[in-house]
């Protein structure tokens, strides 16, 4: 294997005076009538050009942004020299999804914020494409089993966090059952993320090879109500890991939400970016927009639902947002493709009412304007209504993306598990111990809504601790620290 580079003979004054490459991206025009990823793969010439702009900082500061702390310079020196098989090892030896995570952390707030080049004000190493480059590009070695241990674990939710915790026991001979309330494995990797962000392939690919080491899977079932935690338990689990995530949807308090035409976020993703046997029964039908859609929210979701009903054939998408943009969460790369493939966005507006027309259906959107007054708990400043400016607007479709809750039912009904007073459940950040003996959590069940890297983050730490206790004995969980 290629060795690390030298610090000193790294020519850095060359490498800062290297133009980035292009990053190869479809035509919006064309993208937006298909629902494929947005972006293209690199080829291996511009993938090193690209690579070789990293100057190899000591200090790194890419490696301190990135939650899993990935080796990202090591990792470009191998890619740089063509080795990319050793690159995607790299990559994969603290991540068990680069593939994922390449395309779609916020790269701009992690790695690529940190980069040297981005404090310099030009574009940074585009570290996230050619993470998912050599990811896609090296296949993932068949792991080293352990013998059996003959101990058997449960993880109750099939994101990125369960599945990580899934994979990580089962290389090292534990036998371990995923459930989840979904048809099929991925969380919000597939119940949310739509197929032109990251294609759903990746999470097929991943759940196959979890099966191909013995995991088993136990789709639709909802742990808490078709099964319980004591159950798990007593069935022989000496450890569980609750990775449900926190996927309840807020509500929209206003007038007209149960009209038809009005989806929530996530029955309407699902609906248009999920295999139709992937669905459950009440979301087989599918959906559609007609030809003006109103996006109602902020953040991630807001701008997957623009980008979808955008796909589905609708001419006018606009994002309605009751702050400016400045106050806005999610990945300003999304922002950025949307407005390519044509969304509009109306700052600093509330719905009030959903209106519906003769035959039932949403017709319109009565909105008050907004201004911006003193910082809330979240420390962004508060929307404040305008009085006298209520407009009305017409519509087809209206799309609530309000964000999500942690599942207060779940948690509550789990005893001797302590939960804080959002319902996000207590750990002990070193371990992914909860308050309760063998229960571990970890992912957005434990951080509130939040990203795949830290759910991944959270599954290799539960999966550490918990291998601990399979092997050796009790985990005492300390949620003081
Ligand atoms: C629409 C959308 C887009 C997003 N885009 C991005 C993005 O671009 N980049 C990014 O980094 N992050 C993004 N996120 C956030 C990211 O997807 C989450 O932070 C991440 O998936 C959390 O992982 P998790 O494993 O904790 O939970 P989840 O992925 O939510 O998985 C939890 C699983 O638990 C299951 N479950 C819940 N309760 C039970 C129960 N009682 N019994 C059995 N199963 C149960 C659920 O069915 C689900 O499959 C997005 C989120 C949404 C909603």
């Known amino acids: 294997m290629i060795e690390r580079p030298n610090s000193k003979a790294v020519d850095r004054k060359g ?39 990293c100057i ?11 939650p899993l702390g990935n080796d990202i310079p090591y990792a470009l020196w191998l890619l740089e020299h063509r080795d990319i098989e050793a690159a995607a090892s790299v990559f994969r030896s603290t991540n068990t999804m680069p593939e994922v995570c390449g395309r779609v952390c916020p790269q701009s707030e992690l790695c690529e914020g940190a980069c040297v080049y981005a404090r310099q004000g030009r574009p940074p190493v585009a570290i ?31 994101g990125p966090a369960g ?33 032109f962000k990251m294609s759903h392939r990746l999470v097929d690919e991943r759940a196959a090879r979890l099966e191909t080491l013995g995991v088993r899977f136990v789709p639709s079932t909802r742990v808490g109500r078709d099964v319980t935690v004591e159950q798990l338990f007593d069935d022989g689990c000496e450890a569980v890991f609750l990775g449900i995530g926190a996927g309840v949807q807020r509500d929209a308090q206003i007038e007209g939400v149960d009209l038809p035409g009005v989806y929530q976020a996530t029955p309407f993703l699902v609906g248009a970016n999920v295999e139709r046997v992937l669905r459950p029964d009440a979301l087989r039908p599918g959906v559609s927009v007609g030809r003006r859609a109103a996006v109602v929210g902020g953040g991630d979701t807001a701008m997957d639902c623009v980008r979808t009903a955008l796909r589905l054939g609708a001419e006018e998408v606009t994002c309605w947002y ?57 420390g962004r400043r508060r929307p404040v209504k305008v009085a006298g400016t209520a407009f009305r607007v017409e519509v087809d479709t209206v799309i609530l993306a309000l ?31 909860t308050s309760r003996e063998g229960l571990y959590a970890g992912g957005d069940a434990v951080l509130g ?26 985990v005492t969980a300390d949620c003081s620290s």
Not at 408 to 429: F, K, M, N, Y
């Open 128 to 158: 996230g494409r050619l993470e998912a480059f050599v990811a896609d590009r090296a296949p993932e070695p068949f792991p080293e089993l352990t013998a059996p241990t003959g101990r058997r674990a449960a993880v109750v939710g099939a």
């Open 56 to 66: 190899q900082c000591p200090a790194a500061p890419c490696v301190r942004a990135c």
């Open 322 to 378: 009751r702050r400016t943009e400045r106050e806005m969460p999610g990945n300003e790369r999304d922002r950025d493709l949307a407005r390519q493939e044509g969304a509009r966005f109306e700052w600093l507006v509330q719905p009030t009412r959903l209106l519906p027309g003769p035959d039932g259906r949403v017709t319109a959107m009565e909105c008050v304007r907004m201004r911006l007054g003193e910082p809330d708990s979240s």
């Open 403 to 433: 964000g999500y809750l942690p599942d207060g039912d779940t948690v509550h009904g789990i005893p001797g598990l302590e939960v804080d007073d959002r319902a996000l459940i207590e750990t002990d950040p070193r371990s992914g111990a």
């Open 449 to 474: 809504p939040a990203l795949v890297v830290t759910a991944v983050q959270h599954g290799m730490r539960a999966a550490e601790a918990m291998h601990r206790q399979l092997t050796a004995g009790a």
């Open 163 to 195: 599945l990580t915790v899934a994979e990580k026991l089962a290389v090292r001979g534990h036998a371990v059952t995923v459930y989840d309330a979904w048809p099929a494995p991925g969380g919000i990797l597939r119940y949310g993320i739509p197929t």
């Open 15 to 53: 490498r800062l005076a290297l133009p980035a490459t292009r990053l190869p991206i479809r035509d919006p025009e064309v993208r937006i009538r298909d629902f494929g990823e947005a972006c293209e793969p690199w080829d291996l010439e511009a993938a090193r050009a690209e690579a070789e702009r």
